[in-house]
């Protein structure tokens, strides 16, 4: 609060700027949304506000400090080549949609409109063409030619990795690429990427469709419950958690751990939730995999007016049982994907029947 400004990867005093957009939005809010309201929700809006509206500074101890490629991306409604990263478009997108949401919570309509708005400014580099998120140029032409795989414009990554990044807005992304073609390339990345055990090896990002070794790329297996085949959803995240992940020094988390990513993912996938949006929308859920345990027992902090406990029961999961069959929360069928964070964090029991066929939904 003396600085003004929200720290951008500090290192120091320095403020380095070194990774894309302001995920501290996120952060924050799903905190908030999940009952942690021990803290100021007014002053981390203005402040992150003041990050997504005021261009950026040079600061005194080092760096920058402000988002790096806002000027650009206020002004064309996208950051067109030579002036920063397609990345940077998606992402930023990403924390407008967040921001959206903070200021709906704090009763701010005319600021939620604004940034809820902005939050569909990925939608300028999407070709309906390829289906894919592409690079452009100030005047909104096309730079050519477009390789998915090898044309730059992207933040550790490549335009396959980055074209699935929509996490605010999932239905719409797989809409604009139209649902069939969206699940085929999706499921054939998948198939692809096993051979390299889902991770570019030698930081050779532009190798493959799907990285789960960089951030982006690690949403991109719940993506299959938006698109109306859940049990796609349940093969590639078990599929990941075995090849991806290993219980050695030299192969635990092949690419970045990343303050707890890696791990984080795992836990979550291990015990069939997640959250695509980072639970912050205005009535947060979680999404179901597969549990990989038969009872997992979550413990609930009382400390933010939550229940005692919250059990996932798997009868018969397995290696091998890694579909789910049927879903009861609290005694209650649960039909679709989700269940609501609030029936989760107040605690209860959810049992999800696992088995080896899967139940295939015709989307």
């Known amino acids: 609060s003396d600085l003004g400004w929200f720290n951008t990867d500090p290192a120091g005093v320095e403020h380095t700027g070194v990774m894309v957009a302001m995920h501290m939005a996120s952060q924050i809010l799903g905190a908030w949304q999940s009952g942690i309201r021990d803290f100021d929700l ?9 990050m997504m509206t005021t261009p950026p500074q040079k600061y005194e101890g080092g760096g920058t400090v402000g988002v790096e490629n806002l000027v650009p991306y206020m002004k064309y409604g996208y950051i067109p080549a030579g002036k920063g ?4 478009t998606m992402e930023y997108a990403y924390d407008d949609w967040c921001l959206g949401q903070m200021a709906k919570v704090l009763g701010k309509t005319d600021d939620f409109k604004w940034f809820d708005e902005r939050s569909n400014n ?24 477009f390789d998915p795989y090898h044309t730059p ?9 980055y074209s699935w990044f929509v996490p605010h807005n999932p239905d719409k992304l797989i809409g604009m690429v139209g649902k069939d073609r969206f699940v085929s390339r999706l499921d054939k990345a998948m198939e692809q990427s096993a051979h390299a055990n889902f991770n570019a ?31 796609l959803t349940q093969k590639w995240v078990r599929a990941i958690q075995e090849q991806y992940y290993g219980t050695t020094p030299y192969d635990a988390y092949p690419g970045d751990e990343d303050l707890g990513q890696m791990s984080s993912w795992f836990v979550m996938s291990a015990i069939g939730l997640f959250q695509m949006d980072g639970g912050c929308s205005e009535k947060p859920y979680y999404e179901l995999a597969s549990p990989r345990y038969p009872k997992i027992t979550i ?9 005692e406990t919250f059990v996932i029961e798997a009868p018969g999961a397995s290696k091998e049982n890694k579909y789910i069959q049927s879903v009861t929360l609290n005694g209650k069928p649960v039909n679709g994907f989700k269940i609501p964070q609030e029936e989760v964090l107040k605690g209860g029991k959810i049992v999800v029947e696992m088995g080896k066929e899967a139940k295939v939904s015709h989307h």
Request: hydrophobic residues 35%.
């Open 299 to 307: 413990r609930l902090d009382g400390k933010y007016n939550r229940g």
């Open 153 to 161: 414009g992207f933040t550790e990554g490549n335009a396959f990795n």
């Open 42 to 50: 007014q002053v981390a809006y203005d402040g992150l506000k003041k």
């Open 122 to 145: 990925w939608c300028n580099l999407f070709d309906p063409k390829s289906g894919f998120m592409r690079p452009k140029d100030e005047h909104g032409n096309w730079i050519e030619p």
């Open 201 to 231: 090896a030698g930081d050779n990002f532009s190798a493959f469709p799907i990285n789960h070794g960089n951030e982006t790329s690690m949403e991109v297996a719940y993506l299959f419950n938006w698109a109306g085949v859940p049990h």
């Open 85 to 88: 990263t397609v990345s940077n």
